[in-house]
C-alpha cells in the first residue's frame, strides 16, 4: 500500500520526538556539543534563515553521511558517534521528523527533530543566519 508523505511524517513523528524552539535553544546551551543539521535541499535551505551552527545535509544524503561503512570521503565526520546529541531541522519540520526518524533507525540514541522547523525557531525570536 502506497503512502503520503503527510503519512510518513506522522510515522516519524510517532517514534522520534519532537522538541519545540525553546527546547531545542536550551538542549544546545547546555550541550554546545549538539549537532544541529537542516536537512533540506541546498536550493531551499536557508529560505527562512539557518539556526546558527547549523550545517546543512539534505534529507536524501542524510543516510549517506551517516552510514559509518561507507568510504569515509562520502561521511559527515559529526555523524560518527552515535550517541552525540543530534537535533534535526527544516523549514516547517516534516522533513526533519523524517530525518530524525532515519537516523534513529541508523542508531542514534539522542537525536530529535525541532517541531515546526527553522520557521517556529525564527518566529520564537531567536536568531537565524
Known amino acids: 500500500m502506497a503512502v503520503t508523505f503527510k503519512q510518513m511524517v506522522a510515522q516519524a513523528r510517532a517514534n522520534v520526538p519532537g522538541v519545540s524552539s525553546a527546547e531545542a535553544r536550551e538542549k544546545i546551551k547546555a550541550d554546545p556539543h549538539t549537532f544541529i543539521i537542516d536537512v533540506q535541499d541546498a536550493k531551499d535551505a536557508g529560505a527562512c534563515g539557518l539556526i546558527p551552527s547549523s550545517v546543512n545535509i539534505s534529507l536524501g544524503m542524510l543516510p549517506i553521511r551517516a552510514d559509518l561503512e561507507l568510504p569515509e570521503h562520502l561521511r559527515e565526520p559529526n555523524l560518527a ?9 527544516c523549514g516547517a519540520g516534516g522533513q526533519a521528523a523524517l ?3 532515519l537516523l534513529k533507525q541508523m542508531g542514534f540514541t539522542d537525536v530529535a527533530y525541532i517541531d515546526g522547523g527553522t520557521a517556529a ?5 531567536f536568531d537565524v543566519e
Not at 525557531?121 to 525570536?125: I, S, V, Y
Open 121 to 125: 525557531w525564527k518566529a520564537a525570536g
Open 99 to 101: 530525518g530524525a526518524y
Open 81 to 89: 558517534d552515535r550517541n552525540r546529541p543530534v537535533l534535526v531541522t
